[in-house]
Antibody, heavy 125, light 107 residues
């Protein structure tokens, strides 16, 4: 069964840094694009960053561009999110999500088919 | 960026009811529209992908329709476990934006 296990969250001061990890199992990690999605307390979902299967392409939300870096180690089946210059509005649960891309029932589909349980990042002094 | 607007923001219904949630995209997204369900303290779970395809294991009382800019999620014969928050999400272009969510509550 697919499992995604995030770690690395915690309390950090404004301006600080944190590195999140997502350990994947149950599927061929190197064959799938991955993303980070966050959810501020009591708020909706916000896509943060994405990375292609081979790591040759990365994508970011404007809100984190220049501060966050997504990466992956396909030899260790692990996804990362390096977060620098953290601000109070980065406080959220951060989920990693596996992306399915392909044809199903005749339709080309792109969607997050598996999610981790999330890790909480709190930015506060 | 493509904006996704869901309506209503909240909805009260009873077990056995039929409910419909709508999602509108600011630009055409063909059928690159997905629906997620989220329960308190849990990660989101996909229900519908590509506008109308039911994810494996999801009850058939859930269905999706639409194309272009206007989409709907319909739940027939609501069950107690369906009371949750529902999000639409476009996967047509980056950033993959979500709707603001619809909270489905028990009447």
């Amino acid at each position: 069964e697919v499992q995604l296990l995030e770690s690395g969250g915690g309390l950090v001061q404004p301006g600080g840094s944190l590195r999140l990890s997502c350990a994947a199992s149950g599927f061929t990690f190197s064959s799938y694009a991955m993303s980070w999605v966050r959810q501020a307390p009591g708020k909706g979902l916000e896509w943060v960053a994405g990375i292609s299967d081979s790591a040759d392409s990365t994508y970011y939300a404007d809100s984190v561009k220049g501060r966050f870096t997504i990466s992956r180690d396909n030899s260790k089946d692990t996804l990362f999110l390096q977060m620098n210059s953290l601000r109070a509005d980065d406080t959220a649960i951060y989920y990693c999500a596996k992306e399915f891309r392909g044809y199903r029932y005749g339709r080309y589909s792109i969607y997050f088919d598996w999610w981790g349980q999330g890790t909480l990042v709190t930015v506060s002094s | 960026d493509i904006q996704m607007t869901q309506s209503p923001s909240s909805l009260s219904a009873s077990v056995g009811d039929r409910v419909t949630i709508t999602c509108r995209a600011s630009h055409s997204i063909n059928n690159y529209l997905n629906w997620f369900q989220q329960k308190p303290g849990r990660a989101p779970k996909v229900l519908i992908y590509a506008a109308s395809n039911l994810e494996s294991g999801v009850p058939s009382r859930f269905s999706g329709s639409g194309s272009g800019t206007d989409f709907t999620l319909t739940i027939t014969s609501l069950q107690r476990e369906d009371f949750a928050i529902y999000y639409c999400q476009q996967s047509y272009s980056t950033p993959n934006t979500f709707g603001q969510g619809t909270k489905l509550e028990i009447k």
